[in-house]
Structures are given as C-alpha cells and as structure tokens.
C-alpha cells in the first residue's frame, strides 16, 4: 500500500471557549434524553441510566435529576419541544 501526503492546511481550528457544551448540567441531560430517543429509539432505556451512572460523577446533578430530564427529553422529541419550552412549561426558567 502506497501513502501519498501533502504539507497543505485544510482548516484553522478556533480554541476559545465553547458555545454549545456549558458542562453536564440539566440541559445537557435532556438533551441527551431527546439524543437517544432519535438515535436508539429501541436501546434508549438502558442507554439512558449508562449516561446516568457515567456521568454523574462529573455533574452537579443527582442521579435521580439526571434519569427524570432523560425521560423528559424523551419524551419532549416527541412532542417536538425544546428544553426553553419544556423548562417553561414546569415553571423552570430556561437557562
């Protein structure tokens, strides 16, 4: 097998802080929920306390906080809500 390279930039990558990944707070546990209801609509119960237990070290979140905005992401996909809409409807404000 024969490799070809070439010293050429492809891209310029910007290191500042992120815009969309703010930590494992509840957003990020919701949308995970609403994730794993598009991507494994069959596996996701099981995959939703694997990001509970993997996770939940690293969060501020409880266990139990992190498994019910799971289910309500899943829950919301199909609905078609948004966490701000889902988060003003429980009377949340939406962070």
């Not at 990558?13 to 957003?27: A, L, M, Q």
């Amino acid at each position: 097998m024969k490799v070809y390279s070439y010293p050429f930039t492809i891209a310029y990558v910007n290191k500042d802080d992120s815009t969309w990944f703010r930590g494992y707070d509840e957003r990020y546990f919701f949308d995970n929920g609403a994730w794993l209801q598009t991507a494994f609509p069959l596996g996701k119960h099981w995959l939703v306390w694997y990001f509970v237990w993997k996770f939940s070290k690293k969060s501020t979140v409880s266990k139990y906080l992190a498994w019910r905005l799971q289910v309500a992401g899943i829950q919301s996909f199909d609905k078609g809500l948004s966490y701000e809409q889902w988060s003003r409807s429980q009377g949340k404000n939406a962070k």
